[in-house]
Every structure is written in C-alpha cells, then in structure tokens.
C-alpha cells in the first residue's frame, strides 16, 4: 500500500493509549448530554475561557496559567447551532482516532461541508470550534486527530535529533551540521524525539532571512550553538520541541527577533509563556527561559538603526498589552521598553543591521549583545 | 470758492432732477430673485406655488373642501409653459381682480396676524409680472363669486412703472360647472424638471400637508394625477390675534403710535397688543417714566424707544396660542399615508409655544419602510403653515433639528453631520401667525433657538416610537430566525450524538421530540 498507509500503523501502536483516554473522554461527554436530554434537563458542555483575562502569570513558573473562568454552552435556541457543531466534530474525533487517521485543521473544515445546515462557512469558525472541544478535554489537538497544516520551525548547527524510522521502527540519528545551506524541519509532534548536542545555546530567530545569512556563515560553528528558524510566531511543535531541548540539554534560549510589537508580544511572549487561546496548554507548549536579546527599543538607539514610524496597529496592541497582559504587568523591563518605543515612535526590523555591513550581524551585533546580558529583556 | 459752490449746487440740482420713487415693480424687473425666482426651474414652481397658496388659503376663508386644478402645458416655444391653476374658492368681486392679480402689494393679509400661507400679497400679482417680462403676454382671469353671479373674464397687464393694473380685455362669460371659484392662466419662460425639487413633488407635498383638499395635477406630458382627499375634515380655521409686545420692533411701535385711534399711551397698550392689561399697561409707562394719560400721537423717537426698551424689562404673559390651526396628527398622518406607502406611521403634535412674542407649534411625522428605499438618506419634508418648502434645505432650522436628533438611539443609523440613513419620510410641519422665513421667498425658517428646541422634541417623541417598532420588529425577525434555528440545527445534535454513541433510529428521534419541544418552550 502507499508510504502514507504504513506511516499510520506506526502511529497507531503508539497512539493507542492516548487514543483511548480521549475516546472515553468524548463518550463520558457525550453520553452525559444523551443522558440530560432523556431527562428533559438542559445539557451543557463546560469549557475555560481562552483569552488572557483568564490566565495569570507567575514568574516563578514561568508560563501562562488558567485562572479557572469557565465558560458554559447551555443548549438553548441561540447556542443551537455552536451545540451540534461541537458535537459534529467531537464525533469526526472518535471517528479519526478509531480509524488512526489524521485530519489537518483545513480537511476538518472540508469534512464540515458534509454535514448540511451545521457546515463551516469559514475556517476560522471550524477552527474555534476545534479549539474548544480541545479545551473542553484539556488535551493537544494532536491528541484528538487534528493536525496543524503549518511546519514547524527549521534547525540548524551543533545538534544531533535521534528520532525514528517510520518503516522500521529504528533509531535514527539525524545530524543538524550536515544539511549545508538547508536545514533540518522540527516534526508536527516531537515527543519521542531524542538530542545529542554540546552547543551552549539556542539561538530562536524570528525570521527566515536571518537565519539563512547566520546558517550560511556559520554561525552556529563559530559561537558553537543551534539555530533555530521561528518564521513568526512559533508553532505549537516549533515551541515544543526547544522546551524539550533546552530541558533535556539544560540549554540557555535566545530569542533574536525585529524590534516591534508583534516581535515581542505575538512571537517572543507566545515562545516564552505561551498564549490566551491555549492557556490549557501553554505549561508544555512554552519556555520559560527564553531571554530576548534584541532588537530592543534600546539597540535602536545604541546601533542607530534605519527605522520605519510605527502604525496604529502597533501603538494599539502596545497600549493593549500594558493594560491587559500579565506577562507584561509582571515585567517593569519590558513596560518601560514599551514605553520608550511607543515615545520614539519607530521600530526596526533585524535586518536593519545590513547597514553597518551584510555581516555586521555575526561579527559585532550578536558576539556583543551576547556578552552583554544587561542588554537584554526578561 | 464761488464758481465751486455753484458748481456743486449744479450736481446736487441735476442729480435731484434724477432722483424719484421706484415702483415696487420695477424693483421687482430687477430684483426678481428676491422673491423665488431665480432661474427658470424656480419660476415654474414658485408660480405655481404662490397660486396653489392662494387657492387653497382662499377655500379655507370660505370652509369649503378645496377642489383644485393645477397644469402645466408646453408651448411651441420649448422654454415657455402655460400654468393653470384653478380652485372652488369664494372668487373675487369684479372691481377687485385686477388689482388683486396685476398690482404689487395688495392684499388683505399683509401684517395680520394669523395663520395664512401667503402674508404680503405679493406672489400672485409677481407672477404676473414675471410672465409678462418674460414672455410679454398678459395673464388670464376668470372669477365666479356665486351661482347668481355671472363670471367674468380678465386679461391683465401690469403698468410696471406705477405699480397698477392695466386692463387688456374684460368680458362676462359662462361658466357652467363652476358656481363659484377663480382660474388663473399665466404664460412664462420657464423649465420643467422632475426631482425633489420639481412641481410634481411640490404638489405631492401639498396633498400630504392638506389632505382635506383634492388635487388633479396635469403635468406638461398631459398624463393627469389625481390625489385624492384624504380626510372630509376641514381645518380649523385659525383665529386672528393682535402683536404680542415682546414680538414688535422700535420703528414697528412708532409707526402704530401714529397711526392708532388711542387717546391715552394706556389705551393704545391695552387696545393694541394682546396680553397688556392696564396694570402692565401702566408697569411699562413706570419703567419708561412717562404717564400713562399722555399722547400717543405726541411721541417723537425718544419716548418710542423708551417705552420700547421698558417693554423688554416687564414681564408680560405669553400670548394667547388657540389661535393657531394645527394639522394634527391624525390628519397629517392620514395625508402620509395616502401618497406613501410604507409600513409604519406615526406623528406627533407638539403643545403650542412662543418665539418672539410670535405664537407658534410644531408637529411631526414619520413614514417608515414600505416602499421607501432603504439605502438612501431619510427624506425631510418641509412645511410652514402647509405649504411645503423645497429649496434652501440645510439653512432651514427644521433640517438643522433634524441633523442635531441622535438618530441611533432610535435604531436608525447615521453619519455624523449627516442625515439619518432608513427608508424614512420625515414631515416637519410648522404653524404659526408669522413663520420667521430667512428670506422673502420663504424657502427656510430662520434659527429661532426656541422653534429648534421644539422641533428637536417634536423629532425625539416620534423617533422613540420609531424606535419601539424597530426594536419589535427586530425581535419578531430574531423570533423567526430562532425558530428556522430549532428545525435546523436540532437534527444534527441528536445524528451527532446517535454517532457519537451508536444510537438506535428511535433514540435519536427521541432526542429530536424533547429538544424541539424544550426550545420552542424556551422561547415564548
């Protein structure tokens, strides 16, 4: 049969026990609503808000918490619809892990299309819906058959991935120095992935451009670390497999990023502490010891660096995440930052460093913040 | 010097020799915007106007249903049209119609105080002259005063440098179904345009404001309209009241002071305004230090100003406001409905009030949805003692009120500075003894803060009841889309769940029977 078939069987002798712990959750779920209806009560489906007004932060733990705002679906006449939607794609669940099969969130919503009047209209809608039967079991879409369409991440430099012949079942030892001027793509699940390194870092890049010129040199020879590609706000795989990395290595995490509002608090808050959407996972899916080096409000002054003015947008979400994000209220660091920036009214993105020299970045920028910890934000 | 003084005293003889009074016709020749006729679209409607005016003030003298003939026919010549307007009113004695149609200023309602449409007397008659200039034939009247009268028949011209009438033809003729009632044909250079700003939609107006009277509107193509009477009820008729002191101006004070019959100051207080009793009479000689026995006649500017600066010092009771002839909101609603069709009215007459000494009362209505298009801006309709007002509209306070109201408290959506947006006919009408107009040819009714307050609660009583009705029709459309919810939605619960759990066929049909009694329970 095709590749993709076999690929399955492997998955499925080690998916089946979580399989199962989720298949009788969904029943026990399902089977309570059955059982209310029968008695003429009005059923209920309970789920934690997922948005930052329910999560704190402790610094100590070092991730995005839930406070425990609960949120109930009663089934009355305007919950209907959300009701039998929730339902539909709990049952699409037991039917993908019953069959130990995968669906991509885009697929469910394509599945979506069968289901008559309950159809998605949007992705976006299905993908809420998916976020909230997640939430509702506490578990990792992964664990409910849904896979995310986007990869994550790409690796580079002084590490070697153990992972697994999906044909055999062997160890496979997969050596990041040697993909020349390509690199190495983390997995969608990265649990049983093993690492061998003697790097002293990770080095978490926000944009691909970056990190091709730092791969491309060297970098990681030369300053003896492992590169990592984000591509924007890291994925949920991207941000675990550096936890597991830097737990299992014991490895200091850099975050090297532009210097703006989106940098800072939709790819480095979302890596280091995770996010309000997915509060119910963010203690596996974070890493807490991911420092920003830069670009900071500060190296745009120190490193005159060529700026572009800042848009409405970013002043709004500045002024939001001093109001609302608890990671921000717990980091006096990172509010004056934001104040410093929000008075110049500029940012700049990484690749202003071009201006000093194309490799100004790896010979000066980076040896010099580096040294310096003083310089960089909690 | 000597030489010099002569000189001047030459140009001060030359230029007196030059100098003479104007007839106001002939300040009209040249200044023939002034009173609504600008431009030959503007012509057109103001002629028609001012006859349709007339017609209508003129049955309401007499009590009787107006029954009224308005057409416009082409002439060879493209930019000249022949108005006709004819009407069942009481019709003018014979020695009277000339100078009624072909001299300025002349009339029985100048400075009265009542309600009328017209005021100076000075519409018809500039008419007549705008044709005559225009196309230099004379005007056409007939006039029937009863049915054992004979009718007679005039051709007019107006003699533009006296101001007075000249007689072209005059003759007796029959008149068979018409016992009483006067037509007017005038020829004139003018353009016919259709639009919010055209004679069709005048006269549409006309019918919403007075729907006692039956209109047949004959525009240039000759497809004739026909609006109907709404309501058999003739307005009230509007009584006459004398100035309110605190509405007179100096040089109107000393010109009564000249005139009037009164032997003592008191007398011409208590006789001549309303509200003055002898004791506020006598309060206002004190404020002015002069006594109360002493001449009127006698007074130079002094005393006038005097006793007109005293005025404004005394607290003098507002003026009688019963006067006045509303529309009311049954018969302006009546009139709405009749020439719109939408799905929902209301209206509201507000408790007559004062400006100026100048009584006056605003009412209201809304037409709502139906027909109207529900994209565009709300539609202002205009109205000052029933006569509609079409141009001039943003300098009119009525607009300015409307502007001002919060549209979205009422559930209607609007821009800011801008009208609301909703398939909505807003009807403002105003009534009073003397409409503050901003110019003569009462196109916009000036900013008085207290007409505006008015109008913006006149406004605010019927958005909130435009408001109930949009909340509950939008909660009936909620109703409705909740129930399509129920049938919709119900079928996947319980075929999710019998997947979910392996159902058998009755379950899940179960499941359906309860939820879908539930919820329908729920939402009643």
Redesign the interface.
């Known amino acids: 049969m095709s590749p993709k078939k076999t690929v399955e069987v492997v998955r499925k002798k080690k998916a089946d026990a979580s399989s199962k712990k989720t298949l009788t959750a969904?029943?026990d779920s399902?089977?309570d609503?059955?059982k209310k209806?029968?008695k003429?009560k009005?059923p209920e489906m309970t789920f934690p808000i997922r948005a930052l007004n329910n999560v704190k932060y402790d610094p100590k733990k070092g991730f995005f918490e839930l406070i425990g705002k609960i949120k109930t679906r009663a089934?009355?006449?305007?919950t209907?619809?959300a009701?039998?939607?929730t339902?539909?794609m709990?049952?699409f669940s037991?039917?993908l892990l019953e069959a130990n099969d995968i669906a991509t969130k885009r697929e469910a919503y394509y599945v979506s299309k069968n289901?008559?009047?309950?159809r998605f209209k949007e992705q976006p809608e299905s993908d809420t819906v998916m976020d909230d039967v997640e939430a509702m079991f506490r578990i990792n879409r992964e664990q409910l058959g849904f896979i995310p369409e986007e990869k994550g991440g790409a690796v580079a430099g002084q590490l070697v991935v153990v992972d697994k012949d999906p044909t055999t079942g062997r160890d496979l030892k997969i050596d990041c120095t040697k993909f020349g001027s390509g690199a190495y793509s983390v997995p969608t699940s990265v649990e049983h992935l093993k690492f061998e390194t003697k790097a002293k870092f990770i080095l978490a890049i926000e944009t691909a451009g970056m990190f091709e010129r730092l791969n491309k040199h060297g970098y990681w020879k030369s300053a003896n670390c492992i590169l990592i590609s984000m591509g924007g706000v890291p994925t949920r795989a991207c941000r675990r497999f550096i936890r597991r990395l830097s737990d299992d290595k014991n490895l200091p995490v850099y975050a090297f990023c532009d210097g703006d509002m989106y940098a800072f608090f939709n790819i480095y808050r979302t890596l280091k502490v995770g996010s309000g959407n997915a509060a119910h996972l963010n203690e596996f899916f974070c890493v807490p010891r991911a420092r920003f080096i830069g670009i900071t409000p500060q190296d745009i002054v120190d490193y005159k660096l060529p700026t572009h003015p800042l848009k409405d947008v970013d002043i709004k979400r500045a002024k939001d995440a001093l109001k609302n994000d608890p990671f921000v209220q717990q980091h006096k660091e990172w509010q004056k930052a934001i104040q410093q920036q929000v008075k110049s009214g500029q940012r700049a993105e990484q690749q202003a460093l071009a201006k000093w020299g194309l490799n100004y970045v790896l010979d000066k920028y980076l040896p010099q913040k580096l040294k310096n910890n003083k310089t960089w934000l909690p | 010097m000597v030489k010099k003084t002569v000189k001047q005293v030459d140009h001060a003889e030359r230029l007196a020799k030059e100098q003479k009074t104007i007839s106001v016709s002939q300040f009209f020749e040249r200044n023939r915007h002034l009173l609504g006729f600008d431009n030959p679209i503007k012509a057109l409607s103001t002629t028609i106007k001012e006859l349709v005016d007339n017609s209508l003030d003129a049955c309401q003298e007499i009590q009787v249903l107006p029954e009224i003939l308005v057409q416009i026919k082409k002439c060879k010549d493209e930019n000249r049209f022949v108005v006709i307007v004819e009407d069942n009113g009481p019709g003018i004695v014979k020695a009277q119609i000339p100078k009624v149609f072909a001299k300025l200023l002349y009339g029985s309602k100048f400075a009265k105080m009542q309600q009328s449409r017209g005021q100076q007397g000075i519409g018809v008659s500039a008419s007549v002259l705008y044709g005559q200039l225009t196309t230099g034939k004379s005007s056409k009247i007939t006039s029937r005063t009863g049915e054992k009268k004979p009718a007679h028949f005039y051709e007019l011209h107006i003699d533009i440098n006296h101001n007075e009438p000249e007689v072209i033809q005059e003759k007796e003729v029959e008149w068979l179904n018409k016992v009483h009632g006067t037509r007017v044909e005038i020829e004139l250079e003018g353009k016919y345009q259709r639009g919010r700003l055209s004679v069709d939609e005048y006269i549409k107006q006309s019918a919403i404001a007075n729907p006692h009277a039956s209109i047949t509107y004959i525009p240039p193509d000759g497809k004739s309209i026909k609006y109907k009477r709404g309501t058999e009820v003739l307005p009230k008729e509007p009584g006459e009241i004398k100035p309110h002191p605190y509405g007179i101006e100096l040089g109107v004070l000393i010109r009564m002071m000249k005139v009037t019959a009164s032997k003592t100051i008191q007398h011409f207080f208590t006789h001549e305004f309303s509200r003055v009793s002898s004791n506020v009479a006598k309060e206002i000689c004190d404020k002015a230090g002069i006594p109360v026995t002493a001449k009127p006649h006698s007074f130079g500017h002094a005393e006038a100003d005097k006793l007109f600066q005293a005025i404004k010092k005394t607290k003098i009771m507002a003026p009688s406001t019963n006067c006045l002839s509303p529309i009311t909101e049954e018969i302006l609603t009546k009139g709405l409905k009749k020439e719109i069709n939408a799905e929902f009215y209301t209206a509201t007459t507000r408790p007559p009030t004062v400006y100026r000494g100048m009584p006056f009362q605003v009412e209201i209505a809304f037409a709502y949805g139906g027909d109207l298009p529900g994209d565009e801006l709300a539609k202002v309709m205009r109205f000052a003692n029933r006569v509609p007002l079409q141009y001039m509209q943003s300098g009119c306070s009525i607009t300015k009120g409307v502007l001002q109201t919060a549209w979205k408290n009422y559930g209607v959506s609007q821009s800011k500075g801008a009208l609301p947006s909703a398939p909505l006919i807003i009807a403002v009408h105003i009534a009073s003894v003397w409409v503050p107009f901003t110019s003569e040819s009462k196109e916009a009714i000036a900013h008085y803060p207290e007409i505006l307050k008015e109008v913006k609660l006149a406004l605010q009583e019927c958005g909130r009841k435009l408001g109930i009705y949009l909340r509950r029709k939008k909660r009936a459309a909620d109703e409705e889309k909740k129930k399509s919810y129920i049938v919709k939605y119900i079928p996947h619960v319980s075929g999710a769940l019998q997947e979910l759990l392996a159902l058998s066929d009755k379950d899940e049909q179960q499941i359906q029977v309860i939820l879908k009694a539930q919820l329908e329970k729920e939402r009643s």
């Open positions: 969904i029943n399902a089977t609503i059955f209806i029968m003429k009005s089934l009355n006449v305007n209907v619809k009701f039998a939607q339902l539909r709990m049952g037991k039917e289901w008559g009047d309950a």
